[in-house]
Structure formats: structure tokens, C-alpha cells
């Protein structure tokens, strides 16, 4: 650990942020590299006076900050970690880094099934650094979890942030595409989500550089509309869940109304589009 004084840190600090990016970005490099949480910023302004006890050299984070600025790659590339709701997870260019928007998706499961000690059965299609499967499989420690991935690097990252995360063993993970490794749980599926690939062409081209330079093109791309996987989830989503199981889908900010309408041809009731926190209709769910 290496001391320094609260005010050389601040100066220090200042003078990064003016270089630019953001403070969110800048709080993950001090965390996950520096060992400064959010909470020990928070006691500097307490205690101007102070120490601070870093783990890394200031020299060695700014060589990482001016790297993230100059190349526009994401900080939790570059530190191969990301915050995503209450877990620390391991990410790399080969999974998307998790959302702050997609943690709602845990709501939304939490209000549908309310008792913790329920013996859930579900499938998250598409599980990327595992985040969303994770979070589930520890708030129902009696559920059943499987994961999915086209993308069998991917899925070595969640089965390490799901080893990482729990003591459990009530998660499995599966490589394949969509619903084909899941034969053995047709028809018995509580609940299955997919926050899939939903990004149209047009959009896709003309992504910020810092997404679609770094992250992985499968895991964004959705097709000429954005709706190609969003569409073969839905229509055998059927075959899978049992009587009553419920069908979670983040899609696009303006996907909400077609997605409806093609649960409502799949024979889905209860339909109904969440919005995020902005205000957005980013989750589109219906019950067989
Ligand atoms: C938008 S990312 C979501 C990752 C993670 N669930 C999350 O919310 O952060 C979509 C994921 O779907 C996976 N994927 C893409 N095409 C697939 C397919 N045909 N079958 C299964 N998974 C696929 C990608 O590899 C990627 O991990």
C-alpha cells in the first residue's frame, strides 16, 4: 500500500478529469485499480487533512486513464472489472460490460416472483460476463439457473464471475445458440429472460467508437430491424416455459411496441412494457 496525502490525491485527481472522461469511469479506475472506493472519496472531503492508502502508484493510473482517453476504450476494459448492482464482475472485449439500465431486469423478476425461497426454474438466453443469471441464481439461492452463450469465451468469464460471486451451485452454464442447448427444460421453465443483441443496422454503423470498436459486434448486432433474435426468442420461447412462465426481454428504446405485438401473435398474455429509469420502454414481458 503506498500513503499519500488527501491533498496531493485531490490536485492529482483534478488534474485527470480535466484531461477528460467522466467521474463515473474515473471512480471505477480508483476502485478496481487504486483500491479507492466510492465510500473512501466520499470520507476525503470529511477529512481534507488525511491520508489515503493506494495500491497502485498515481504514475501507474494515470497510465491507464490516459490510455482510456486516448484510445476511447471502455475503463472496465482496461481494468477488467465493472460494478453491476451488488457484484464486482470480471469483464473483457469479449462480453458486453453490463448496463446500469439492464440491473432493473432483477426487479422486475423480484415482483413477479415474490418469495425468495420459491424453487424457480429459469434460462437467461444470452448471458454475456453472467451479471443478470448471477444476480438471480444468489436472490433465489433454492432456483434452478441456466445460462447461455453463442460465445464459449464468454461463457468461461460468467462461470468465473459465478465462482467468484457464490458459494452456491444452482447455476449452470451452457454454450449454444438460443434455445438449442436447452432441450432437456423444454416445457419446464418458470421464467426465462434475454437481454439479446437488438442493435438495427443503421444504428449499429454509427455507434460512439468506444462501443462499437471494443465491444463485441454479436453481442450488439441484431439484424437489419435489431429484431432478428428477439424474434426466433419469442417463438419457441413457448416450447420451453411451462403453463404460466413468464418471458423477460430488454429490447431498443423504440422497440417496445413491436416487440408487444409479437408476443401477442405467440399467444402471450399479461403483456406489458417497463420502462427504465429515464423513462424508457426497455423491457417488454409476457406470460404463456
Ligand atoms: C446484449 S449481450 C447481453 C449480455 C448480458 N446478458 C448482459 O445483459 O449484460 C447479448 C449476449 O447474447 C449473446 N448471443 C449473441 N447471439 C447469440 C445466439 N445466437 N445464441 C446465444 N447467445 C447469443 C452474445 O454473445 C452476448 O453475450
Same mark, same amino acid.
Given at each position: 500500500?503506498?500513503? &499519500?496525502?488527501?491533498?496531493?490525491?485531490?490536485?492529482?485527481?483534478?488534474?485527470?478529469?480535466?484531461?477528460? *472522461?467522466?467521474?463515473?469511469?474515473?471512480?471505477?479506475?480508483?476502485?478496481?485499480?487504486?483500491?479507492?472506493?466510492?465510500?473512501?472519496?466520499?470520507?476525503?472531503? %470529511? !477529512?481534507?487533512?488525511?491520508?489515503?492508502?493506494?495500491?497502485?502508484?498515481?504514475?501507474?493510473?494515470?497510465? &491507464?486513464?490516459?490510455?482510456?482517453?486516448?484510445?476511447?476504450?471502455?475503463?472496465?476494459?482496461?481494468?477488467?472489472?465493472?460494478?453491476?448492482?451488488?457484484?464486482?464482475?470480471?469483464?473483457?472485449?469479449?462480453?458486453?460490460?453490463?448496463?446500469?439500465?439492464?440491473?432493473?431486469? %432483477?426487479?422486475?423478476?423480484?415482483?413477479?416472483?415474490?418469495?425468495?425461497?420459491?424453487?424457480? %426454474? +429459469?434460462?437467461?438466453? =444470452?448471458? =454475456?460476463?453472467?451479471?443478470?443469471?448471477?444476480?438471480?441464481?444468489?436472490?433465489?439461492?433454492?432456483?434452478?439457473?441456466?445460462?447461455?452463450? &453463442?460465445?464459449?469465451?464468454?461463457?468461461?468469464?460468467?462461470?468465473?464471475?459465478?465462482?467468484?460471486?457464490?458459494?452456491?451451485? !444452482?447455476?449452470?452454464?451452457?454454450?449454444?445458440?438460443?434455445?438449442?442447448?436447452?432441450?432437456?427444460?423444454?416445457?419446464?421453465?418458470?421464467?426465462?429472460i434475454s437481454n439479446p443483441p437488438y442493435i438495427p443496422k443503421d444504428t449499429?454503423?454509427?455507434?460512439?467508437?468506444?462501443?462499437?470498436?471494443?465491444?463485441?459486434?454479436?453481442?450488439?448486432? *441484431?439484424?437489419?430491424?435489431?429484431?432478428?433474435?428477439?424474434?426466433? #426468442? #419469442?417463438?419457441?420461447?413457448?416450447? +420451453?416455459?411451462?403453463?404460466?412462465?413468464?418471458?423477460?426481454?430488454?429490447?431498443?428504446?423504440?422497440?417496445?411496441?413491436?416487440?408487444?405485438?409479437?408476443?401477442?401473435?405467440?399467444?402471450?398474455?399479461? #403483456?406489458?412494457?417497463?420502462?427504465?429509469?429515464?423513462?424508457?420502454?426497455?423491457?417488454? #414481458? *409476457?406470460?404463456?
Amino acid at each position: 500500500m503506498l500513503r &499519500i496525502s488527501v491533498e496531493e490525491f485531490s490536485i492529482w485527481k483534478k488534474k485527470q478529469l480535466s484531461k477528460g *472522461g467522466d467521474q463515473q469511469s474515473f471512480a471505477v479506475l480508483l476502485d478496481c485499480i487504486g483500491g479507492i472506493s466510492t465510500s473512501d472519496l466520499q470520507l476525503i472531503s %470529511i !477529512n481534507p487533512e488525511g491520508n489515503l492508502h493506494l495500491k497502485q502508484d498515481l504514475e501507474f493510473l494515470e497510465s &491507464i486513464w490516459n490510455e482510456h482517453l486516448l484510445k476511447s476504450c471502455p475503463i472496465q476494459y482496461l481494468c477488467g472489472i465493472t460494478f453491476w448492482r451488488d457484484l464486482k464482475l470480471k469483464v473483457s472485449n469479449k462480453v458486453l460490460i453490463p448496463r446500469p439500465e439492464t440491473e432493473l431486469i %432483477i426487479d422486475i423478476v423480484c415482483n413477479l416472483f415474490k418469495k425468495k425461497s420459491d424453487k424457480l %426454474i +429459469f434460462a437467461e438466453l =444470452g448471458t =454475456g460476463s453472467g451479471a443478470i443469471s448471477i444476480a438471480l441464481a444468489l436472490a433465489y439461492p433454492f432456483s434452478e439457473g441456466v445460462a447461455t452463450d &453463442i460465445d464459449q469465451d464468454a461463457l468461461e468469464i460468467a462461470t468465473k464471475n459465478y465462482l467468484n460471486s457464490s458459494k452456491q451451485s !444452482n447455476l449452470k452454464f451452457y454454450c449454444g445458440n438460443w434455445w438449442s442447448p436447452l432441450e432437456s427444460f423444454k416445457g419446464k421453465l418458470d421464467l426465462a429472460i434475454s437481454n439479446p443483441p437488438y442493435i438495427p443496422k443503421d444504428t449499429y454503423e454509427k455507434l460512439p467508437k468506444e462501443v462499437k470498436n471494443f465491444e463485441p459486434k454479436v453481442a450488439l448486432f *441484431g439484424g437489419e430491424d435489431g429484431l432478428k433474435h428477439i424474434r426466433e #426468442i #419469442i417463438q419457441k420461447a413457448p416450447l +420451453f416455459l411451462k403453463e404460466k412462465g413468464w418471458l423477460i426481454l430488454e429490447n431498443h428504446f423504440d422497440q417496445g411496441e413491436t416487440v408487444k405485438q409479437l408476443l401477442i401473435k405467440n399467444k402471450f398474455t399479461s #403483456i406489458e412494457i417497463v420502462n427504465d429509469l429515464s423513462g424508457i420502454g426497455r423491457f417488454t #414481458i *409476457g406470460k404463456i
